[in-house]
């Protein structure tokens, strides 16, 4: 049984991809920043869980204890905070908080929980970095999610030593509302995404690490 730390967990998605692990037979400890939700999923998903801002270094030091000591897999998923509105309206002020709340959600959150936990992540293991929904050209989103391909590759190189892959999930145009996918069972983009991360931590992936992958229901993938 491998242990699995899963951030984001106080998310629907992350919820989900959780629930996938635990289905296939993990161990999993889920964390996030906003108790009541992660008490919720906890429960259901009868696993344990950390609380933490992982986008606050000294919020991620005070919890290092609480990790387990060893780890096979980290998925970490964004945990989105703001509502940002519409950014046609935006003031100076809010389109840097936009960007900033994008970088740290997804991006800064990752880097950081990989630096506090890589030492404690197993050889032979796994990390699989999340990027939810699709994103307009020229949005924060867009420059996080590049970002987060090109660490992710550098990062592979590094963990590559210690047998360690290290991929980036993302959604891709399948993702889009209205599109349904190729069949008549297509399933959600929650659903691709978690089995796709399961597949990135098995044995059969090995070969595969340092990648963009987009789960996008039969659609074009969404490259920008």
């Known amino acids: 049984m491998s242990e699995v730390l899963l951030t984001g967990g106080d998310t629907e998605l992350g919820r989900a991809i959780a629930q996938g692990f635990r289905d296939a037979g993990h161990q999993v400890v889920i964390a996030g920043a906003r108790r009541d939700e992660l008490e919720v999923a906890a429960k259901e998903l009868d696993v344990d869980f950390i609380v933490l801002d992982n986008t606050d270094p ?10 387990p000591h060893h780890i096979d897999t980290i998925v970490n998923v964004p945990s989105p905070r703001r509502n940002d509105g519409d950014p046609r309206t935006y003031s100076l002020a809010d389109r840097a908080a936009a960007w900033r709340s994008a970088l740290d959600a997804t991006m800064l959150s990752a880097v950081l929980t990989v630096q506090i936990l890589g030492d404690q992540l197993n050889s032979g293991g796994s990390i699989v970095n999340v990027v939810p929904g699709t994103v307009a050209e020229g949005s924060p989103e867009a420059a996080v999610k590049a970002a987060m391909s090109n660490w992710t590759a ?12 290290m991929n980036t999930v993302a959604a891709g145009k399948g993702a889009e509302p209205g599109y349904d996918g190729v069949g008549d069972t297509s399933a959600s983009v929650a659903a691709e995404i978690t089995r796709l991360a399961l597949f990135l931590t098995t044995p059969a992936a090995r070969h595969i690490t340092g990648e963009t992958l987009h789960v996008s229901h039969g659609a074009l993938a969404n490259f920008g």
């Open 154 to 165: 550098g990062q592979a190189t590094h963990f590559g030593i210690r047998g360690i892959t």
């Open 58 to 67: 000294a919020a991620l030091e005070a919890a290092r204890g609480e990790f």
